[in-house]
C-alpha cells in the first residue's frame, strides 16, 4: 500500500503536494523536492488534526512509501486562451479528478469541511473589529478579508460546476458570507454522488473531486495563514 500523490509545480510560486486519497492533507516547498521533504511533517500534523477532531481511526500510517500519480506545471494563459507569461493560472487536474465521488467520499468530505471550519472559526473567535480590519504590510487582505476570500473561493468551485447562485447574493459580511456559502456546497455536494461531470470552463478542467479537493485544503491553508498573521 502507498499513498498516491500529486504534485503541482508553480502555484502562487510553489509546490504542492496532495495526498490524494486524504483530503486536506498537503504539503509545500519551493520546489517538488522540498514539498516532497515537507511531507512526513504535514502527515503527522495531519494526524494530529484528525485526533483532536476525534477522526482518530482515519490516521495515516507514516511508514507507508509513496507513489507520485502525477505532476502538473501550472501556466497561465490570457483572453484568447493562448499561454502568457501573466494571466488566468490554470491548476491542477490530475488524473484522479476524474473519478466520480462515492457516497461515503462525500460524506467525509462534509465532515472535515466541518471540521476545517471549525478550526477556522475557533481561531478568529473573540478578536476586535480592528484587529479584523488591520491589514499588514505586504498581506493581501486583512482577516477579515481572509474570511471573504475563502467563502468567496467555495463560491467560485461551485460556480465552475455550474452549481453557484448568483454571485450578487453573496453577502458583504464575512461570517454571513462563510455561513451561506458552505451551506449551499453542504446542500449541493450529497446530489454528486456517482456524478461524472467534468466541466471544461475558463480553459480549465473541473469536476466534483477537485471542487472537493481544493475546498478542504483552501479553508486549512488560511486558517494556518491566519494564525500566522496573529502571531505578527
Given at each position: 500500500?502507498?499513498?498516491?500523490?500529486?504534485?503541482?509545480?508553480?502555484?502562487?510560486?510553489?509546490?504542492?503536494?496532495?495526498?490524494?486519497?486524504?483530503?486536506?492533507?498537503?504539503?509545500?516547498?519551493?520546489?517538488?523536492?522540498?514539498?516532497?521533504?515537507?511531507?512526513?511533517?504535514?502527515?503527522?500534523?495531519?494526524?494530529?488534526?484528525?485526533?483532536r477532531?476525534?477522526?482518530?481511526?482515519?490516521?495515516i500510517?507514516?511508514d507507508?512509501?509513496?507513489?507520485?500519480?502525477?505532476?502538473?506545471?501550472?501556466?497561465?494563459?490570457?483572453?484568447?486562451?493562448?499561454?502568457?507569461?501573466?494571466?488566468?493560472?490554470?491548476?491542477?487536474?490530475?488524473?484522479?479528478?476524474?473519478?466520480?465521488?462515492?457516497?461515503?467520499?462525500?460524506?467525509?468530505g462534509?465532515?472535515?469541511?466541518?471540521?476545517?471550519?471549525?478550526?477556522?472559526?475557533?481561531?478568529?473567535?473573540?478578536?476586535?473589529?480592528?484587529?479584523?480590519?488591520?491589514?499588514?504590510?505586504?498581506?493581501?487582505?486583512?482577516?477579515?478579508?481572509?474570511?471573504?476570500?475563502?467563502?468567496?473561493?467555495?463560491?467560485?468551485?461551485?460556480?465552475?460546476?455550474?452549481?453557484?447562485?448568483?454571485?450578487?447574493?453573496?453577502?458583504?459580511?464575512?461570517?454571513?458570507?462563510l455561513?451561506?456559502?458552505?451551506?449551499?456546497?453542504v446542500?449541493?455536494?450529497?446530489?454528486?454522488?456517482?456524478?461524472k461531470?467534468?466541466?471544461?470552463?475558463?480553459?480549465?478542467?473541473?469536476?466534483?473531486?477537485?471542487?472537493?479537493?481544493?475546498a478542504?485544503?483552501?479553508?486549512?491553508?488560511?486558517?494556518?495563514?491566519?494564525?500566522?498573521?496573529?502571531?505578527?
Open positions: 500500500m502507498a499513498l498516491k500523490l500529486g504534485i503541482e509545480n508553480g502555484s502562487e510560486g510553489r509546490t504542492i503536494v496532495w495526498v490524494l486519497e486524504h483530503l486536506g492533507c498537503f504539503s509545500y516547498g519551493e520546489n517538488s523536492q522540498e514539498a516532497l521533504d515537507a511531507l512526513p511533517a504535514a502527515l503527522q500534523e495531519y494526524n494530529e488534526w484528525l485526533v477532531h476525534e477522526q482518530g481511526a482515519r490516521v500510517p507514516l507507508l512509501d509513496f507513489h507520485i500519480d502525477g505532476t502538473w506545471e501550472v501556466y497561465q494563459i490570457d483572453e484568447n486562451f493562448a499561454v502568457t507569461s501573466e494571466g488566468y493560472e490554470v491548476n491542477a487536474w490530475f488524473q484522479d479528478d476524474w473519478k466520480p465521488l462515492a457516497e461515503k467520499e462525500i460524506a467525509l462534509i465532515e472535515l469541511l466541518s471540521m476545517s471550519r471549525a478550526d477556522l472559526l475557533l481561531t478568529v473567535e473573540g478578536l476586535g473589529e480592528e484587529t479584523m480590519n488591520l491589514k499588514l504590510p505586504g498581506e493581501r487582505w486583512s482577516i477579515a478579508g481572509i474570511l471573504k476570500h475563502v467563502a468567496s473561493a467555495d463560491w467560485w468551485y461551485l460556480d465552475r460546476l455550474g452549481m453557484a447562485f448568483p454571485s450578487d447574493q453573496l453577502p458583504s459580511e464575512p461570517g454571513e458570507r455561513d451561506k456559502v458552505r451551506t449551499h456546497m446542500d449541493i455536494l450529497p446530489s454528486l454522488a456517482g456524478s461531470l467534468v466541466v471544461g470552463i475558463e480553459g480549465e478542467f473541473w469536476s466534483p473531486r477537485k471542487l472537493l479537493r481544493r478542504v485544503w483552501h479553508e486549512r491553508d488560511h486558517t494556518f495563514h491566519i494564525r500566522k498573521l496573529m502571531k505578527l
